[in-house]
């Protein structure tokens, strides 16, 4: 009776443990449903990447955090979200301990992807949009360690 009790609490408790990690993860691609822009990041960053992280600076852009676990790289893409269709400033970069990469530049969606591998290291990530002469920054700290 206590083997049976045990296997149906440590059931139970992985059945909210799945739950729970499903709610997480649909946390980030969430902000999808949001964006103006019609492009998605995941499809800029290509087949494989998923969302883990992301920012959105009170409608300017968002700045996703994807990975491909497959071949070991993170992805960024800074989402212009006005001004679409219009080349405007607009940066992504991607950082390790030992390595930087970015994408500045006048685009009229998004910047990016800027891809790094990054297995058993920390990333930072960020962006950074101009509209009406505002700049919006973003600079996350590090983590996403693995």
């Not at 609490?9 to 019609?38: E, K, M, Q, W, Y």
């Not at 920390?122 to 101009?130: A, N, P, S, T």
Request: aromatic letters at 10%.
């Amino acid at each position: 009776m206590l083997k049976t009790s045990m296997v149906g609490r440590l059931a139970a408790g992985v059945t909210a443990l799945a739950a729970g990690a499903t709610t997480i993860v649909a946390g980030p691609t969430a902000a999808f449903a949001a964006d103006v822009n019609p492009k998605s990041a995941s499809a800029v960053c290509g087949s494989g990447f998923s969302v883990v992280d992301s920012f959105n600076d009170d409608g300017w852009a968002y700045v996703y955090l994807l990975y491909n676990s497959r071949s070991g790289e993170n992805c960024v893409v800074t989402m212009k979200q006005k001004n679409l269709g219009t080349k405007t400033r607009v940066s992504a970069w991607l950082e390790t301990e030992d390595n930087v990469k970015s994408d500045p530049g006048n685009y009229e969606y998004y910047a990016g992807p800027v891809r790094l591998k990054a297995q058993g290291k920390c990333v930072r990530f960020g962006g950074e949009v101009k509209v009406n002469g505002q700049v919006t920054f973003y600079s996350s700290p590090w983590g996403h360690c693995g």
